[in-house]
């Protein structure tokens, strides 16, 4: 399975933006995927999932804020992120929360205060 996350960009603190992680190869709707976010000189986090009957779980820092979904038809995981920070700012990048996928490209998020 390749994946390809896109839809980042330069918004500002406040504003929203959906993300888009689409997997090829091989369907994904068996798998649980999660969101992952890496911040400039920092590790990379773990900020929402998704499992395959479409349960959800989030870091304390997006609770309430992003919300993870998923088309298992078109084999995408969604990320739409609202209220944004300027500490949302991080290469978003989707995977298994068990990394047991290739990381793929991720895409740039910067939230300019």
């Known amino acids: 399975v390749q994946l390809q996350a896109s839809g980042g960009g330069l918004v500002q603190a406040g504003d929203s933006l959906r993300l888009s992680c689409a997997a090829s190869?091989?369907?994904?709707?068996?798998?649980?995927m999660g969101w992952f976010r890496q911040p400039p000189g920092k590790h990379r986090e773990l900020v929402a999932v998704?499992?395959?009957?479409?349960?959800?779980n989030y870091a304390d820092s997006v609770k309430g804020r992003f919300t993870i979904s998923r088309d298992n038809l078109k084999n995408i995981v969604y990320l739409q992120m609202n209220g944004l920070k300027p500490e949302d700012t991080a290469v978003y990048f989707c995977?298994?929360?068990?990394?047991?996928?290739?990381w793929g490209q991720g895409t740039l998020v910067t939230v300019s205060s």
């Open positions: 190869g091989r369907t994904f709707s068996s798998y649980v």
């Open positions: 995977n298994t929360p068990n990394y047991s996928l290739d």
């Open positions: 998704i499992t395959d009957e479409d349960r959800t």
